[in-house]
Antibody, heavy 122, light 108 residues
């Protein structure tokens, strides 16, 4: 069945980098837009970034633009999020999610990973 | 950026009662691109409602969505114990694909 498995989270000092991975199974990344969403401790959901199904379009939240980079490797069917110049306010659980649209209607994120925690602290 | 404002922040209700959650957008949102999610503690969010009013696969019919333009509503007709959770609306009209801040439905 469809699964998304994140990894790569951890504790990192401010200004350092991390690379998150999201391994997809039972479907091809080439057929879906893929997103990253984060949730700070005790807070709500914050949309972070998207890569389109063909990889040609990438968009970011203003809070991460210029610091985070979304990418994918279709041969490994894996989504990535490179987190550079990390700040304490980037501390959150990071989720990858599969986006589905049908006949011009946004169905939404039908599958989510379990989340990988990132803590930015000195 | 489209800002989604959810109200109330917290809804205290008893099992069996009706819950009405609001999501108001800062500009018009096509019903085709308004979605609702449920998040239980310690879990990833779960897709509830797509296209403002269509239940996702496996979602019971006590959940319904309605609305248009800038005002959308999620209704839970008879709260079951498993429905006590946080609910988020999200728009897919344009990037950034913003979420509302969430409404927590708690047991009274």
């Amino acid at each position: 069945q469809v699964q998304l498995l994140e990894s790569g989270g951890g504790v990192v000092q401010p200004g350092r980098s991390l690379r998150l991975s999201c391994a997809a199974s039972a479907f091809s990344l080439s057929r879906h837009g893929m997103h990253w969403v984060r949730q700070a401790p005790g807070k709500g959901l914050e949309w972070v970034a998207v890569v389109s199904n063909d990889g040609s379009i990438k968009n970011y939240a203003d809070s991460v633009k210029g610091r985070f980079t979304i990418s994918r490797d279709t041969t490994r069917n894996t989504l990535f999020l490179q987190l550079d110049s990390l700040r304490p306010e980037d501390t959150a659980v990071y989720y990858c999610a599969r986006f589905v649209a049908e006949a011009g209607i946004s169905i939404g994120f039908d599958y989510w990973g379990q989340g990988t925690p990132v803590t930015v602290s000195s | 950026e489209i800002v989604l404002t959810q109200s109330p922040g917290t809804l205290s209700l008893s099992p069996g009662e009706r819950a009405t959650l609001s999501c108001r957008a800062s500009q018009s949102v096509s019903t085709s691109h308004l979605v609702w999610y449920q998040q239980r503690p310690g879990q990833a969010p779960r897709l509830l409602i797509s296209g403002a009013s269509s239940r996702a696969t496996g979602i019971p019919d006590r959940f319904s969505g309605s609305g248009s333009g800038t005002d959308f509503t999620l209704t839970i007709t008879r709260l079951e114990p498993e429905d006590f959770a946080v609910y988020y609306c999200q728009q897919y009209v344009s990037s950034p694909y913003t979420f509302g801040q969430g409404t927590k439905v708690e047991i009274k």
